[in-house]
């Protein structure tokens, strides 16, 4: 858990790189000022691209609910906030037994179209999807949908190399 903001360069391959911000998790009630939220909230201002990290292993709060929430929070601090471009990254995905179907669903929820890992040229990795982003995805004329959906696992390091390629093609 991240207790303090850190910045951090990512090193995706020998030529790209980026600055990557690490921020303590948005509670409910942090754009009212609960807990350390409003600066955590300040600190998200300063992104080009959210990257929403929902605890797929979390049995009294489902993954479409972690996200309403987060969207909500970031809604009533500032409608520009809520208007950036994000991703959504399942955590613990390693631990979860339907990960592929409960990544399916969610994309479902989002109304996006699940395509695997090729729009990236990468390698699939254990046959998890995400939607669709191709190379023209800046562009996406929805500004409230996510760029990318992408089961991962901080811990076993599964989708974390395929994460810098995401996150750095969002960047561009």
């Avoid at 489902?62 to 399942?90: D, M, T």
């Amino acid at each position: 858990t991240t207790l303090v903001p850190n910045l951090g360069v990512v090193s995706v391959d020998e030529k790209s790189e980026f600055l990557m911000a690490d921020i303590p998790g948005i509670i409910e009630g942090a754009s009212e000022g609960k807990g350390l939220g409003i600066s955590f909230l300040k600190h998200i201002e300063r992104t080009k691209v959210l990257a929403f990290v929902l605890d797929a292993s979390r049995l009294d709060l489902g993954i479409k609910e972690q996200y309403q929430r987060l969207r909500l929070e970031l809604e009533k601090f500032s409608p520009a906030l809520a208007n950036k471009p994000f991703g959504v990254l399942l955590n613990k995905c390693d631990v979860v037994e339907n990960i592929d179907k409960m990544a399916k669903d969610f994309c479902a929820f989002l109304n996006l179209e699940v395509q695997k890992l090729e729009a990236f040229d990468l390698e699939p990795y254990l046959g998890f999807l995400h939607p669709n982003l191709t190379s023209d995805f800046e562009n996406n004329p929805n500004e409230k949908s996510a760029l990318f959906v992408l089961p991962l696992s901080a811990v076993s390091a599964l989708n974390t190399h395929a994460l810098k390629f995401v996150l750095l093609k969002a960047l561009q």
